[in-house]
């Protein structure tokens, strides 16, 4: 199943202002939730959407749904997408929507202050809104400095404030990690270097879907330096108890590896961390890496 691929986002159209009320909290782009039990979350993004019996205009309704309406999307099929109104596997699909009127597994934007929206990305544009502290937003798109966001009615631009543009380059250089020539793990029980092309591929892979999570307490101890075929260095900082997160330069903390994944075969995300440190060939214990 690919439905981000299979789903479009209208623009244009009538659109979402404010859908998520939030607690006052520093600016962030919150992360789309991922693959649930069943599917994807999705959003409406008109004043109205109706839920049909089959995938046809001219199919029974059989529900309403709201602009900032959240459900469930599983597969998409000619232009429609299945709608789930409960994590309930065994409710089944309440029908079918128009996927030409939703965004699926959608990211947020939470301002911390009265924040405008433009017209276009420029400043001096005219602003099209005044969002108050602690609003939350679908984000439409993510376009380096800018925002577009979902407005009723259009689309507007929001001009990312110092911390979210470094966040952005941050996690653009995090997306990057590939053509990985070597890795190498500096810990309190030595240095270790791997050239192993299947554990580099591992690397790559687990780390460039790395999600922004929040701080934690985890131990730092061990710096992981990666260098790319580009001739690129990377340098991350690994916590040392078995939990797949690590640390950039500037601070962010990051989950790497199909966490999804992890609890569906293991009941735990442990995994991913102990399957990294087995590539250099450290074993986990219960007090943690060391």
């Known amino acids: 199943m690919n439905m981000l691929k299979k789903v479009t986002i209208l623009l244009a159209l009538t659109l979402l202002l404010t859908c998520i009320g939030g607690s ?11 693959e649930g039990q ?17 995938r046809s205009s001219g199919s029974r309704a059989v529900k309403t749904l709201y602009f900032g309406d959240t459900f469930i ?11 789930f109104l409960s994590d309930d596997c065994d409710e089944g699909p309440a029908g079918w929507v128009n996927a030409d009127y ?23 544009a005219s602003r099209v809104a005044l969002l108050s502290k602690g609003t939350v937003l679908p984000i439409v798109k993510d376009d380096g ?17 110092e911390a979210d543009r470094l966040a952005a380059g941050t996690e653009k250089m995090i997306r990057s990690i590939s053509g990985l020539e070597t890795a190498e793990l500096v810990t309190p029980r030595g240095t270790f270097t791997l050239m192993e092309e299947q554990g580099l ?17 985890c ?15 990377i340098t991350l900082y690994m916590a040392t108890d078995g939990c797949s997160v690590f640390r950039t330069e500037d601070g962010s903390y990051f989950a790497y590896g199909d966490r ?3 609890l569906r075969l293991y009941d735990s995300t442990s995994v991913i961390g102990e399957t990294f440190w087995g590539l250099f060939g450290i074993t986990a214990s219960y007090e943690g890496i060391y």
């Open 73 to 83: 999307v599983q597969e998409c099929w000619d232009g429609w997408a299945d709608c």
């Open 219 to 233: 131990p730092f101890d061990a710096t992981l330096t990666l260098f790319l075929a580009d001739r690129r260095e």
């Open 38 to 54: 069943i599917g994807y979350q999705a959003v409406v993004l008109c004043e109205s959407l109706t839920v049909r019996q089959g």
């Open 145 to 161: 400095d800018w925002l577009i966001v979902s407005l009723r009615g259009a689309v507007g631009w929001i001009y990312k404030n």
């Open 24 to 34: 006052a909290c520093q600016a962030e782009i919150l992360p789309a939730h991922g």
């Open 102 to 124: 939703i965004l699926v597994n959608p990211t947020w934007y939470r301002t911390d202050e009265a924040t405008p929206v433009f017209a276009w990305n420029d400043t001096m």
């Open 201 to 217: 591929k591992w690397i790559e892979e687990n780390f460039s879907i790395a999600q922004p999570c929040g701080a934690t307490a």
């Open 260 to 262: 999804n994944e992890a």
